[in-house]
C-alpha cells in the first residue's frame, strides 16, 4: 500500500510540475525552499534531487533565468551561494505545493463533522506515519546486521 501511495504522490508531483512547466527536478527544488522557508546550499539542493554538481548547476541556472530561483552569497561563508525562492515562484506555486486535496475529500460533509474528525484523523495521521518510520527503521537495522553478519564469517 506504500508503494502505491508513493506512486499516486509521483504521478502528482510530476502533473503539477508539467502543469507549471517544470521538469519533476525542478518542482522538488521548488517546494522544498517553498515548504522548508529556508535557503538551501548548492550541496543541499544536490541532495534533494539526487544530482551531481553539474546537474544542479545547470538545474539552477535553469531557473534562475525564469526568475524562480535567486543566489545570494551565504553570510557566513563567502565562498558559497545560497538558493532561494523568489516572489514569483511562490505566486506561481504556493497553492499547488501546499494543495493536500482534503477538501475535495469532505465536500458535502456538515461543518460539524469534519470539526471532530480533522483532529482524530490527525491523530491517526501521526500514527501511521511513525508506524512508517518505524517499520523502516527496523528493516534498515536489520539489512545493516545482516551485512555485518555476513562480513564477520561463519
Excluded: K
Aim: net charge positive; charged share 35%.
Amino acid at each position: 500500500m506504500l508503494a502505491r501511495a508513493e506512486l499516486l504522490g509521483f504521478y502528482r508531483i510530476r502533473s503539477v510540475a508539467a502543469r507549471s512547466g517544470l521538469t519533476v527536478h525542478e518542482y522538488t527544488v521548488l517546494a522544498e525552499l517553498l515548504l522548508g522557508r529556508r535557503a538551501m546550499t548548492g550541496a543541499e539542493v544536490a541532495e534533494t534531487v539526487g544530482l551531481g554538481t553539474g546537474g544542479t548547476t545547470r538545474l539552477l541556472a535553469r531557473l534562475e533565468e525564469r526568475d524562480l530561483v535567486e543566489r545570494e552569497p551565504d553570510p557566513d561563508d563567502g565562498r558559497r551561494l545560497l538558493v532561494l525562492a523568489t516572489a514569483r515562484a511562490r505566486e506561481i506555486l504556493w497553492t499547488d505545493v501546499t494543495d493536500t486535496g482534503a477538501g475535495r475529500i469532505v465536500t458535502g460533509v456538515p461543518a460539524e463533522w469534519v470539526d471532530w474528525f480533522r483532529p482524530v484523523a490527525g491523530r491517526v495521521l501521526d500514527v501511521g506515519v511513525r508506524r512508517i518510520q518505524e517499520m523502516r527503521d527496523r528493516e534498515h537495522r536489520d539489512r545493516v546486521r545482516r551485512r555485518r553478519q555476513r562480513a564477520a564469517g561463519p
